[in-house]
């Protein structure tokens, strides 16, 4: 089945970078369009970035544009999303999402929080 697993979340304060990692399986990884979207507390989940399957195409949020690069290791079945001059306004928790025969799959989330 399919599993997509996000770590690297944490604390950190404004200003300071994160590396967030999604570990797929259950699917051909190299096949498919990977997404992070973020949700925070009391807001809609958003998509913050996408990669296409070859990693040649990426898009991004107006708000994240030259802080986060999302990118991918196909050999690993692992998608990054790198994270710097991170602002109190990301603070979220970050899920990993591929669409699967036309079905949102979703990781458990990853925990960012900016604060000084």
């Known amino acids: 089945q399919v599993q997509l697993v996000e770590s690297g979340g944490g604390l950190v304060q404004p200003g300071g970078s994160l590396r967030l990692s999604c570990l797929a399986s259950?699917?051909?990884?190299?096949?498919?369009?990977m997404r992070w979207y973020r949700q925070a507390p009391g807001k809609e989940r958003e998509l913050v970035a996408s990669?296409?399957?070859?990693?040649?195409?990426?898009t991004y949020a107006d708000s994240v544009k030259g802080r986060f690069t999302i990118s991918r290791d196909n050999a690993k079945n692992t998608v990054y999303l790198q994270m710097n001059s991170l602002k109190p306004e990301d603070t979220a928790v970050y899920y990993c999402?591929?669409?699967?025969?036309?079905?949102?799959?979703w990781g458990q989330g990853t925990q960012v929080t900016v604060s000084s």
């Open positions: 999402n591929v669409i699967f025969f036309g079905k949102n799959y």
């Open positions: 990669i296409t399957s070859a990693g040649g195409t990426t």
């Open positions: 259950g699917f051909t990884f190299s096949n498919k369009i």
